[in-house]
């Protein structure tokens, strides 16, 4: 299975709502359309900062399919599957191929606890149900489990299960991901933004971003510097974009991501209930960093 086309800074998009919390498409199409402008790789669609878990199935299809119309074909389109039963994934997993995503991402399922074994055969039953390539999503903060290193390297052997992102958070773990996978071409790629080009250097592929929502061009900066060999450039994007993604905690996630895009002019509205908005403290604030980092 060719996979060298999985690379380089995917945003996992937002997904604007209206006020009855149904797809706005028109402002899906924007938003499609600014993080291409930025130079983004790939989109995910249906990702955490797309609020998933608010969307039922009509809606999330909705979703799918407008963003695949809108790339039409400029750059792949993964589709995120955050649902908790394997059969619920496998379903999910199929509508996506059917809409034409051209790879699907998978969080472990949350709520539950489950051993490591019963994470391995829920993966493996999923990736077997698609011809598409899957990849994980490691994300133990938001579902409550961890991906560890040892399952990586036993899940890594199934053929089209090809990578993971990586949100933990801890760069040990990033390593170890790298390391043990290094010889079966298995992409990792980085999922806290601010340990991008960390990541990159130990042999990530890219990044899924929630920032290039909002600063595609910058988040590519850091890819694109690193990958010319220019790495005290990709440290200066780096450190350019930290405040921002330190700014995240300014409201409940995955809220700050809209509150930043509809600042700089990308119209996305609301949240999803229960999540609300910044404070208007908080929102000057945010105001603050994105005009110090000249977004604004």
């Given at each position: ?16 709502v ?9 402002g ?12 983004v ?38 589709m995120?599957?955050g649902?908790i ?15 034409g ?32 390539p899957?990849l ?9 489990n ?29 390593a170890?991901?790298?390391r ?16 991008i ?24 900066e ?31 996630f ?8 509809n ?16 404070s ?17």
């Open positions: 299975m060719d996979t060298t086309w999985i690379r380089g800074v995917i945003p996992p998009i937002v997904t604007p209206d006020e009855n919390e149904l797809v706005d498409e028109q899906l199409r924007g938003v499609v359309e600014h993080v291409i402008a930025g130079g790789h790939g989109i995910l669609s249906l990702g955490s900062n797309g609020e998933f878990y608010g969307l039922d199935r009509e809606q999330q299809e909705r979703a799918v399919r407008t963003t695949i119309e809108q790339v039409n074909g400029r750059v792949p389109v993964y995120g599957i649902a039963t394997t059969k619920e994934c496998v379903t999910l997993a199929r509508m996506g191929e059917a809409l995503a051209q790879a699907l991402t998978i969080l472990p399922p949350m709520f539950l606890t489950p051993t490591e074994e019963e994470l391995y055969q829920h993966f493996r039953k999923i990736a077997e149900a698609t011809p598409l899957v994980l999503y490691n994300n133990p903060d938001r579902v409550g961890n991906i560890s290193a040892n399952l990586i390297e036993r899940l890594a052997d199934i053929p089209n299960l090809v990578g993971v992102k990586d949100s933990s958070g801890d760069m040990t773990l990033t170890e991901y790298i043990r996978t290094r010889s079966k071409d298995f992409k990792v790629m980085a999922g806290r933004d601010v340990m080009l960390g990541s990159l250097v130990y042999g990530a592929v890219g990044c899924v971003a929630s920032t290039a929502n909002i600063v595609p061009a910058l988040v590519v850091i890819y694109d510097k690193y990958i010319n060999g220019d790495l005290q450039g990709a440290l200066e994007a780096q450190f350019k974009l930290a405040p921002l993604r330190m700014a995240f905690n300014l409201a409940s995955p809220v700050v991501t809209k509150e930043a895009m600042l700089i002019g990308v119209s996305v509205g609301a949240s999803i209930l229960p999540n609300t908005a910044a208007e403290v908080n929102r000057a604030k945010l105001k603050n960093i994105l005009t110090d980092m000249g977004a604004l």
